[in-house]
């Protein structure tokens, strides 16, 4: 899917592949799971990499993934305003 351009970003990937088949296999629960894929930044590098061999899919690549949503998430944050 990643070669054909269906999957451009890190939560693109569960479209495909059920987050509860992938917390499972990373043996997180579902709840958790949830919680860090609206945080990705929240991952360990081994949990990337974890998921990028589901997935078929080079480190670089799920991490560039991964750095695409934090980035996006971070920019989509509501700011603090004080």
Do not use: H
């Not at 499972?24 to 919680?35: A, E, H, M, T």
């Not at 609206?38 to 899919?57: E, N, P, Q, R, W």
């Amino acid at each position: 899917m990643y070669d054909r351009g269906k999957i451009v970003a890190f939560n693109d990937i569960f479209k495909y592949i059920p987050k509860t088949v992938v917390a499972r296999d990373l043996g997180k629960k579902v709840d958790r799971f949830n919680k860090l894929i609206s945080k990705v930044g929240g991952f360990t590098l081994d949990d990337l990499a974890l998921i990028g061999k589901f997935c078929d899919l080079e480190d670089a690549i799920i991490f560039e993934l991964a750095i695409k949503e934090y980035t996006n998430q971070k920019k989509n944050k509501p700011q603090n305003t004080k």
